[in-house]
């Protein structure tokens, strides 16, 4: 009984693996079409779309540095900040440290588009419209790192950090050198669903940014109308390329991170 369970389950596994593999192979073969129609096998190859791609729309790969750029700043900042404002949370006692963390979770579940408004006004009043830091500052405060992060420090004992503080080191030294080695995959969670979150970003550049020249890859993609098969499905291959390598390295940190903090 328990044998034809499992063969069900890897039936089912590897039907569900193939609906999830397939639009990637499908896009993947029809970067080499030189046709005029999509199809799961192109009936005329060739590297026409990667001509295209870099050498007569340049603007590709300015659009693939503007979301490199955002994407690492913001993952930069959103660490430093969520592993300081996580630490606080698992750490110190507040006064009404329990509402500011139930405020975090409500904003956690919220969708990005109900702030959308009121970060345009109070960006507008910084005079930060139109500049790479409007979509980047926003991005840094997550509710969801500092949730995440307080609830890996959590996982810790709190052994290590008597242990460190006997040993003469500060709540900084203690966070740097002893909490964050000990929830490193929870970090390297933060990292990987963070660098997805902010490379597929769409709505925040449409909003804060002016200039096209500035947009990222994700608004390159959703804005493209060319006829040219090979040129739009080797820019989406080229776009997810950095997230499947993320994801084929830092896996088995992914599960690790998410479990460790019992989420």
């Known amino acids: 009984m328990k044998k034809k369970t499992n063969i069900i389950a890897i039936i089912v596994l590897s039907i569900l693996a193939i609906i999830t593999i397939f639009p990637l192979v499908y896009t993947f073969l029809n970067a080499f079409n030189t046709g005029s129609a999509y199809g799961l096998i192109p009936k005329e190859w060739g590297i026409r779309g990667f001509y295209e791609t870099f050498v007569r729309r340049p603007d590709y ?6 979301s490199l750029f955002i994407a690492i700043c913001i993952i930069t900042g959103q660490l430093l900040v969520s592993c300081l404002a ?20 409500i904003l956690m579940m919220m969708p990005y588009q109900v702030t959308l408004v009121s970060n345009y006004a109070i960006l507008e009043r910084l005079n930060l419209i139109g500049k790479e830091a409007a979509v980047i500052l926003p991005a840094i405060f997550s509710p969801f790192g500092v949730f995440l992060l307080k609830q890996a420090f959590d996982m810790c004992p709190t052994e290590f950090c008597e242990a460190a503080k006997l040993d003469g080191a500060g709540e900084v030294r203690t966070l740097f050198s002893v909490m964050i080695p000990r929830a490193k995959a929870a970090v390297a969670s933060l990292v990987i669903l963070s660098f997805v979150d902010a490379w597929n ?32 499905c080797v820019c ?5 390329l950095p997230v499947l390598l993320l994801f084929l390295f830092f896996d088995e940190d992914l599960v690790e991170g998410i479990s460790f903090t019992k989420i």
Do not use: C, D, H, T
């Open 61 to 66: 790969l300015i659009k693939f540095w503007n």
């Open 86 to 105: 996580g630490y606080g949370f698992s750490r110190f006692k507040f006064p009404g440290k329990n509402i500011l963390f139930y405020l975090i979770i």
């Open 201 to 232: 970003m769409v709505e925040q550049p449409l909003v804060f940014l002016r200039s096209q020249y500035q947009y990222p890859l994700s608004v390159f993609l959703s804005q493209m109308n060319e006829r040219i098969i090979g040129m739009v």
């Open 236 to 240: 989406g291959i080229l776009a997810a």
